[in-house]
């Protein structure tokens, strides 16, 4: 099977799917971590989380990609920060759990301490030690930054989360996001046997949902089906079937005058949050293995949705990941046949996926230029 240059046509109309080893190739997945996922915003906690001073969340950046330990921690002049969990001496976790710190950061392994914002304080039998403490001691700052209240984080980021997120925060700035009640009971996840871009694919689509989402095609207005495209994001938006709950945008949105279902937000390149009446769902997408991801789903509630709407809302969705797990996974098995190279794309329906596809070929070409 050819390995050749990823050639993209920008223009739609005669645009092409990704060609079936780029879901597959040992070479391309390895690069990945570095050029894809390393230097992407991700999603990693609701504010709230650490919402007091002296309060810290440990968190795990990308767990089974990244694995990066860190840590959101509010300091006693009520500033967040976002911190390596990893103590500077030894290399231990400093914190397990979510907690409130009465004091400083204290190493369980031989009682190193930090400030709230990640100074080093003090270290216990290093009074001989030259140059020491030094600027290395303290733990280092990851970059973050924040919508409403939820939390984003990334190692190396290339773009400013401000043009990251800018549409979303423009389009949706209207809503009352910040009053959502994170519902633990319903978060899931789930593992699908197919590349994590493949599942990416899927979401960024609705051609399919007449075909395999019943359910959701009788929600939705499937004719009035939009998608837009951004520099860094897409958006899908879905209009209510007649009588179905709907969000309803104020007069100067471009949504005004819109029974709105659901806007479907895509953010390079995994995050994906869901807006629709009463709640906020997000997504995130981990790549596990070539051919297998964990998708990760939290729930946001107005607190006004009582308990029997959340226990629906919860089966809805099960129901509409169940069938795109199991034709994701058709996908994976289809593409290993080696029968099959590249599809055209629907020029009115599949637009999100040349842009993921664009932001990927971009990502691959690293800081050198190198090509993939």
Partial sequence: MSRGPIRIDPDIRAATTLPAWVYSDPALFALQQERVFAPSWQFVADADRARVPGQ????????????EPLLLARDRDDCLHCLSNVC????TLLCEGDAIVTAQLRCRYHGRRFHLDGRFHSMPEFEQAAGFPSPADDLPRVPFGTWEKFVFASLAPAVPLGDWIGAMRERCGWLPVARAVFDPSRSRDYLVRANWALYVDNYLEGFHIPYVHAGLAQAIDYGSYSTERFAWSSLQLAVAAEGGDALEPPAGSPDAGLRVAAWYWWLFPNTMLNVLP?????????????????????YFYAPQVAPEARVEDQRFSDEVQVEDIAICEAVQRGLASGSYVAGRLNPTQEAGLLRFHELLRLAYRGPRGTTA
């Avoid at 440990?58 to 767990?63: A, I, K, R, S, V």
């Avoid at 500077?88 to 290399?91: I, L, S």
């Avoid at 009463?278 to 939290?298: M, Y």
Wanted: glycine residues 8%; hydrophobic residues 40%.
């Fill in 278 to 298: 009463g709640r906020l769902q997000t997504n995130r997408v981990t790549a596990l293995a070539i051919d297998r991801c964990r998708v990760d789903f939290d």
């Fill in 88 to 91: 500077t001496h030894r290399g």
């Fill in 56 to 67: 810290v969340h440990p968190f795990t950046l990308l767990e089974g990609m990244l694995d």
